[in-house]
């Protein structure tokens, strides 16, 4: 049988979509998060592998241990 809503009267039946759709909201956020620190995870580990061999490289080429047609071949070799 149809119950008058107290509390919504102007509802009716569709009174589950703003619980469904805050439900979807948490859910967006929370995924959302997620994504943010798996991305930023991500990219902490690959600044840390890739760009040492680039940053040695640097170094070498600063101090002058290697000249620049060795520096510029190994930078193409690199990326």
Do not use: C, T
Not at 7 to 15: D, E, I, K, N, S
Not at 26 to 54: E, N, T
């Amino acid at each position: 049988m149809w119950r008058y809503n107290f509390v919504y009267p102007h509802v009716g039946w569709l009174g589950w979509i703003g619980p469904a759709f805050m439900g979807l909201l948490w859910v967006a956020i929370i995924v959302g998060i997620v994504f943010l620190i798996i991305g930023v995870v991500r990219d902490r580990r690959g600044r840390r592998s890739g760009d040492k061999a680039l940053d040695i490289l640097r170094e070498r080429y600063a101090r002058g241990e290697i000249a620049k047609e060795e520096f510029q071949d190994k930078m193409r070799e690199l990326r």
